[in-house]
Structures are given as C-alpha cells and as structure tokens.
T-cell receptor, first 114, second 115 residues
Framework: GEDVEQSLFLSVREGDSSVINCTYTDSSSTYLYWYKQEPGAGLQLLTYIFSNMDMKQDQRLTVLLNKKDKHLSLRIADTQTGDSAIYFCAETANYGGSQGNLIFGKGTKLSVKP | DAGVTQSPTHLIKTRGQQVTLRCSPKSGHDTVSWYQQALGQGPQFIFQYYEEEERQRGNFPDRFSGHQFPNYSSELNVNALLLGDSALYLC??????????????FGSGTRLTVV
C-alpha cells in the first residue's frame, strides 16, 4: 500500500535554513505536497510539485524531488519563529476507491528558537 | 470570501452515541472531502462527496456516513462512537470530482472527544 514517512521533529535557530525530509512509496503519484498546520488550525497548502519536476522554488520555499529514491524535501530559507508548526508531506492516492485524494505523513514538528 | 466553515469547533460525546459534524465549502467549490486526524498522526481520508453522492471512500467502517446537500454543504455522521473515534475531523472543499490536492481548501476542523 501507499505510505508516507517523515521525521517527527526538527529544531533550528531563527535565520537558519530548515530542511524537512519525506519518503513516499507510490511511484505513480502525480503530485506531491507540503502542508503546514499551526496549533488549533486546519491545513494550509504551502506548495506542491508535479512528478515530472525535480525542483520548485517559491520565495523562501524550495522543494526537491528525487523520484528515483522517492524522496521529497522542503527547504525553508531564513526560518522565522512564525514558521514554527507541523509540516505534512502528502502524495495523491492512486489505487482503489481513493484515487486523487491525499495520503499524509505523520508530520514534522518544526521548532524555531530565537 | 469565506473559506471552509466547520461546526461545531469542539464536541464531547459518550461511547455509543451518534454525532453529526457539518461543513460549508468555500464559495465556488462543489466537492467536499472529509479527513480524520488522530492526535500525533497525519490526516486520513474518510470519503468524498460530489453531486450529492459519495464518490470515493477510504478505509473506514460503515459507522461513518455522510451527506451532501444541494448547496454543496456536507455532514459527517458517526454512529456507535468508540473511544478511538476521538480526533480532529477536517473538511476540505475543492472544485470538480477529483479534488486534486492543489485545489483543496481545508477548514479548521471539529475536535471530537469521546468519553
């Protein structure tokens, strides 16, 4: 079945870069996503990458995709205290009755220290 | 422009009871998907409604059912509540029946506690 794995915690200093990593299992996933969840809030889509791309940059965010190793990463440049949140990696489900919906990892809690 | 609205925000129920959660999609969206997020876990897909029909379903028992109304709003019903049903229930709306992730807008969720 499909599975998404990511490390649970990451702590960085304000101003440093953060790199959150994720591995996924379904090589046929067409889109891969990064979502952010702040306490008491729903999920906010940060960025997504199409499976035929290697990299996508959007302001402070850089997404790298290694399709051969099924590895996705999110780099946040100049990390700020407001970036403290849980970050979820997700892939599209591609089988059975859930095609097109999302399979999420357990989330990486990013703590930014001033 | 209002985003996705979910009600109630918090709910406490007793084992064996039934619960109904509500979701109003973002303006212009016609598809509603429901996810369950247990504490410390990522969201898990429950089902999706489009054109008032359940179009897709995840690995959840029949105790979980839903409905979509002509105005695209949706309800999630859970019967015979178990302690393990305690979770944050997230509603996501999108346009079109496939709801690819880049088109999802998530609500803030309903926190259900079963005691």
């Amino acid at each position: 079945g499909e599975d998404v794995e990511q490390s649970l915690f990451l702590s960085v200093r304000e101003g440093d870069s953060s790199v959150i990593n994720c591995t996924y299992t379904d090589s046929s996933s067409t889109y891969l996503y990064w979502y952010k969840q702040e306490p008491g809030a729903g999920l906010q889509l940060l960025t997504y990458i199409f499976s035929n791309m290697d990299m996508k940059q959007d302001q402070r965010l850089t997404v790298l995709l290694n399709k051969k190793d099924k590895h996705l990463s999110l780099r946040i440049a100049d990390t700020q205290t407001g970036d403290s949140a849980i970050y979820f990696c997700a892939e599209t489900a591609n089988y059975g009755g859930s095609q097109g919906n999302l399979i999420f990892g357990k989330g990486t809690k990013l703590s930014v220290k001033p | 422009d209002a985003g996705v609205t979910q009600s109630p925000t918090h709910l406490i129920k007793t084992r064996g009871q039934q619960v109904t959660l509500r979701c109003s999609p973002k303006s212009g969206h016609d598809t509603v998907s429901w996810y369950q997020q247990a504490l410390g876990q990522g969201p898990q897909f429950i089902f999706q409604y489009y054109e008032e029909e359940e179009r897709q379903r995840g690995n959840f028992p029949d105790r979980f059912s839903g409905h979509q109304f002509p105005n695209y709003s949706s309800e999630l019903n859970v019967n015979a509540l178990l302690l393990g049903d305690s979770a944050l229930y997230l509603c996501a709306s999108s346009f079109g029946d496939r709801g690819m992730g880049y088109g999802y807008t998530f609500g803030s969720g309903t926190r259900l506690t079963v005691v």
